[in-house]
Antibody, heavy 117, light 107 residues
Framework: DVQLQESGPGLVKPSQSLSLTCTVT?????????WNWIRQFPGNKLEWMGY???????SYNPSLKSRISITRDTSKNQFFLQLNSVTTEDTATYYC??????????WGQGTTLTVSS | DIVLTQSPATLSVTPGDRVSLSCRAS??????LHWYQQKSHESPRLLIK???QSISGIPSRFSGSGSGTDFTLSINSVETEDFGMYFC?????????FGGGTKLEIK
């Protein structure tokens, strides 16, 4: 069965960069599909952040384009989120998710990130 | 960006009720509309794809309808396990966006 698991620091200071890891088991991220980061703010709003495809191409939400980078380590079947110059408004639960066609069919359990000094 | 407006924000119901949740798009999105359920402290779970297509493993009491700008998720005879948040998501154009959610709670 396909499983995704996020990991991250939990707490980041304003102006620093955040780095999150999504470890995928049960499916190779180089076989097919797009591998996404989605975040959920306090109050429940969901925001799609970006993806890296099975071929390695990336696409980002224009609202984040100057701060975001998604990369991968195919040997470990992991992909990563880096978000630069974080502010308190980046406090959220971060999910990684697989996109099949046009919808998200598998999600990780989420990792909570707080931005605070 | 396409804005999805869900209504009502909160719906208080009794187990056994039939309920309808609405999602309205700011422009036509054909049938590129998907529904998710999120229970407390869990990640979202796909319920319906392409407005009305069922998902394997999802109970048959969940159904979807609509196209263009107006969509509905219906739950026939709500069960206690159905309480939580429901979100719609569009994939007609980038960036993909989500609605603000409807909270289904016990009356």
């Amino acid at each position: 069965d396909v499983q995704l698991q996020e990991s991250g620091p939990g707490l980041v200071k304003p102006s620093q960069s955040l780095s999150l890891t999504c470890t995928v088991t049960g499916y190779s991220i180089t076989s097919d599909y797009a591998w996404n980061w989605i975040r959920q703010f306090p109050g429940n709003k969901l925001e799609w952040m970006g993806y890296i495809s099975y071929s390695g191409s990336t696409s980002y939400n224009p609202s984040l384009k100057s701060r975001i980078s998604i990369t991968r380590d195919t040997s470990k079947n992991q992909f990563f989120l880096q978000l630069n110059s974080v502010t308190t408004e980046d406090t959220a639960t971060y999910y990684c998710a697989r996109r099949a066609d046009y919808y998200f069919d598998y999600w990780g359990q989420g990792t909570t990130l707080t931005v605070s000094s | 960006d396409i804005v999805l407006t869900q209504s009502p924000a909160t719906l208080s119901v009794t187990p056994g009720d039939r309920v309808s949740l609405s999602c309205r798009a700011s422009q036509s999105i054909s049938n590129y509309l998907h529904w998710y359920q999120q229970k407390s402290h869990e990640s979202p779970r796909l319920l319906i794809k392409y407005a009305s297509q069922s998902i394997s493993g999802i109970p048959s009491r969940f159904s979807g309808s609509g196209s263009g700008t107006d969509f509905t998720l219906s739950i026939n005879s709500v069960e206690t396990e159905d309480f939580g948040m429901y979100f719609c998501q569009q994939s007609n154009s980038w960036p993909y966006t989500f609605g603000g959610g409807t909270k289904l709670e016990i009356k």
